[in-house]
């Protein structure tokens, strides 16, 4: 039976497998920029609004499973060198809270640089790592059915089976469950909408 075959970590508190590292880092100290929106110098409230790369648009920007690593992220179009480092938000924000309604978990992203705000390389990078972190039997018990832990099972399992070589599906699966299997294998990054509960992650 498959669900002989779930793992989930047995004690402490889980921790994250995937390195900071992987999306280009910025070299040197980054401001959000003084004029525009953001800018002191408006007056009047402004809507926060995410970078046009990270908004749920018609077609998404980006080619990425969100059960893979941030260096597997290819653009569907040309975007500039320097996309990485500019603001994942205008007005720029110092951290970001994002939901989903499959998670039962708030992923909280904050920049890289102390005292900097949120890039577009901070947004993917967070996911990922959030998304990495293996789950307790604990927390799979969350899930309030039994059609939805069976669900979530088969998401680890075809998740594992997507490893390249058999060696690689094992160590996977001795791994566990990790939270993007509650995603349900819909784990494609569509984009981010902004609502007073939080930034709503979008699966395309």
Same mark, same amino acid.
């Given at each position: 039976?498959?669900?002989?075959?779930v793992?989930?970590?047995?004690?402490?508190?889980?921790?994250?497998?995937? !390195?900071?590292s992987?999306?280009?880092?910025?070299?040197?100290?980054v401001? @959000?920029?003084? &004029?525009?929106?953001?800018? @002191?110098?408006?007056?009047? /409230?402004?809507?926060?609004?995410?970078?046009t790369? &990270?908004?749920?648009?018609?077609?998404?920007?980006?080619n990425?499973d969100?059960?893979? @690593?941030?260096?597997?992220?290819?653009? $569907?179009?040309? *975007?500039? !060198?320097?996309?990485w480092?500019?603001?994942?938000?205008q /007005?720029?924000?110092?951290?970001?809270?994002?939901?989903?309604?499959?998670? /039962?978990w708030?992923?909280?992203?904050? @920049?890289?640089?102390?005292?900097?705000?949120?890039?577009? #390389?901070?947004v993917?990078d967070? *996911?990922?790592?959030a998304?990495?972190i293996?789950?307790?039997?604990?927390? +799979?018990? &969350?899930? /309030?059915?039994?059609?939805? %832990?069976?669900?979530?099972n088969?998401?680890?399992l075809?998740?594992?089976?997507?490893?390249?070589?058999? #060696? *690689?599906?094992?160590?996977?699966?001795?791994?566990?469950? $990790?939270?993007?299997d +509650?995603l349900?294998?819909? !784990?494609?990054?569509g984009?981010?909408e902004?609502?007073?509960?939080?930034? %709503?992650?979008v &699966?395309?």
């Amino acid at each position: 039976m498959p669900g002989k075959r779930v793992r989930f970590e047995t004690g402490g508190t889980p921790s994250p497998t995937f !390195s900071s590292s992987t999306l280009p880092s910025s070299p040197g100290p980054v401001t @959000p920029p003084p &004029l525009g929106i953001g800018s @002191p110098y408006h007056t009047a /409230p402004l809507p926060i609004v995410a970078h046009t790369v &990270l908004a749920v648009p018609q077609t998404p920007f980006w080619n990425w499973d969100m059960s893979y @690593p941030t260096q597997t992220i290819t653009p $569907r179009t040309n *975007l500039p !060198s320097d996309i990485w480092t500019q603001a994942a938000t205008q /007005p720029a924000v110092g951290s970001m809270d994002i939901i989903c309604k499959f998670l /039962p978990w708030r992923i909280t992203i904050y @920049p890289r640089l102390q005292g900097s705000y949120v890039t577009v #390389a901070d947004v993917f990078d967070g *996911l990922h790592r959030a998304l990495s972190i293996s789950v307790t039997a604990a927390e +799979f018990e &969350l899930l /309030p059915t039994a059609d939805e %832990k069976h669900a979530v099972n088969n998401a680890f399992l075809r998740r594992c089976k997507r490893r390249s070589t058999y #060696a *690689l599906q094992v160590s996977e699966q001795k791994s566990g469950i $990790r939270r993007v299997d +509650f995603l349900r294998g819909r !784990s494609e990054f569509g984009g981010l909408e902004y609502s007073k509960e939080g930034w %709503k992650l979008v &699966l395309s």
